[in-house]
C-alpha cells in the first residue's frame, strides 16, 4: 500500500503502479474553502488562504462570507501579504486562477455550497461553528473557530492529514487504519440453508443467462440427490 500526499509527479507515480500495489487515492492538488463572518479578522483568514495557495499553482482558496465589507477587506490582507512573499510568484498563479470569494445570503448557503463543493479542508470561522457544523456533510477535514488554522492539521493536530480532493469528500475519508487492512468474505451454507434459497439462486441465475450457477446449486438440492 502506498499513501500520502504529493505533487503531480506524486500522483502520477502511484497511478502506474495501482493493481500490482494498492494506493490510497489520486489526489490534489489541494484545496481550502473558508466559510467566514465578521467575527473573523480578514488578515487571519487572508493567511489562511494563502497558506493553501503557497502549496502549488492549483492550488485552490475559497472563502464564502454574508458580509461584502468583511470580503473586501479579506482581498485587501491577501494583495498585502503577497507582498514580498518567499513564493510570491507560484502562490499570485493559484490565487489568480483559483482563488474565489463568494458573499452569499447567509452561512446556511455558505454550507449548501460548500458540501457541492465537498473541500479537502473547510475551515468554519464563524462565531458559533458548533451551530452551522450539522449542515456540513462533505468535507475531508473541518477545522472549528478562530483559533484552529488548517496549518495545525498539516503538522500537529491528530487526524490523518492525507485527504480526499476534488470533490472526492462526497465519499471518500481521510486516511486511516483502515486503509491498510484488507479483508475475506467467508461463507458456509448448511444444507438446510441452500435448500432454503435455492430457487432464488435458479432464478437469478438463470435470469442472467448462467446456466452452470443454477445448475451447481439444482444438483446439490434436487430431491434424488436429498
Do not use: C
Not at 202 to 214: F, R, Y
Request: a negative charge.
Amino acid at each position: 500500500m502506498i499513501t500520502g500526499p504529493g505533487n503531480i509527479y506524486v500522483t502520477l507515480a502511484k497511478k502506474m503502479v495501482y493493481g500490482r500495489v494498492g494506493i490510497d487515492s489520486l489526489a490534489g492538488p489541494s484545496e481550502v474553502l473558508v466559510i467566514a463572518d465578521n467575527s473573523a479578522k480578514p488578515e487571519h483568514v487572508a493567511a489562511d488562504l494563502l497558506a493553501q495557495a503557497e502549496h502549488d499553482p492549483l492550488a485552490a482558496a475559497i472563502l464564502l462570507t454574508p458580509d461584502a465589507d468583511f470580503a473586501e477587506k479579506v482581498q485587501k490582507a491577501v494583495s498585502q501579504q503577497l507582498e514580498g512573499h518567499p513564493r510570491q510568484e507560484l502562490t499570485e498563479k493559484a490565487i489568480a486562477h483559483y482563488g474565489l470569494v463568494v458573499v452569499v445570503d447567509s452561512l446556511e448557503q455558505a454550507a449548501e455550497l460548500s458540501n457541492l463543493f465537498a473541500p479537502e479542508h473547510l475551515e468554519l470561522e464563524i462565531d458559533e461553528p458548533w451551530e452551522l457544523l450539522p449542515l456540513i456533510r462533505h468535507a475531508g477535514a473541518i477545522f472549528l473557530g478562530h483559533s484552529t488554522p488548517e496549518a495545525v492539521g498539516d503538522y500537529l493536530a491528530g487526524p490523518n492529514h492525507t485527504l480526499p480532493t476534488a470533490g472526492a469528500a462526497r465519499y471518500a475519508s481521510a486516511l486511516g487504519v483502515e486503509t491498510f487492512m484488507k479483508h475475506s468474505s467467508i461463507i458456509q451454507y448448511s444444507e438446510k440453508a441452500l435448500h432454503n434459497v435455492a430457487d432464488a439462486v435458479q432464478t437469478l441465475a438463470k435470469a442472467e443467462g448462467l446456466a452452470s450457477h443454477a445448475e451447481s446449486v439444482r444438483i446439490r438440492t434436487a430431491k434424488d440427490e436429498a
